[in-house]
Nanobody, 123 residues
Framework: QVQLVESGGGLVQAGGSLRLSCAASGLTFSSYGMGWFRQAPGKERELVAAISWGGGSTYYVDSVKGRFTISRNNAKNTVYLQMNSLKPEDAAVYYC????????????????WGQGTQVTVSS
């Protein structure tokens, strides 16, 4: 059974930082692309960042480029999202997801999901 468990969310002031982690089990982690999605109330879920199976390629939505960094440690079956210079518009539930390697940068290619972690940014 595949499990993706996020941690690291919370409340932070605008301009602050958070680091999200996602621990994966039940899948061959190094064979999957990994992504972080977010969904704010009343908005569609969006792919924020993604990383290929080996970590050599990454994708970021324009609104987070230069502020967020996705990384992975295949030895620990964990993917991270470092979020710096947070803005109120970054507030959302953040979800970790896994996709077969060929679909790592395809927002519709993700088939395993975590439960989500709340990120709140105060202005």
């Amino acid at each position: 059974q595949v499990q993706l468990v996020e941690s690291g969310g919370g409340l932070v002031q605008a301009g602050g930082s958070l680091r999200l982690s996602c621990a994966a089990s039940g899948l061959t982690f190094s064979s999957y692309g990994m992504g972080w999605f977010r969904q704010a109330p009343g908005k569609e879920r969006e792919l924020v960042a993604a990383i290929s199976w080996g970590g050599g390629s990454t994708y970021y939505v324009d609104s987070v480029k230069g502020r967020f960094t996705i990384s992975r440690n295949n030895a620990k079956n964990t993917v991270y999202l470092q979020m710096n210079s947070l803005k109120p518009e970054d507030a959302a539930v953040y979800y970790c997801a896994a996709a077969p390697s060929a679909y790592w940068n395809n927002k519709n290619g993700y088939n395993y999901w975590g439960q989500g972690t709340q990120v709140t940014v105060s202005s």
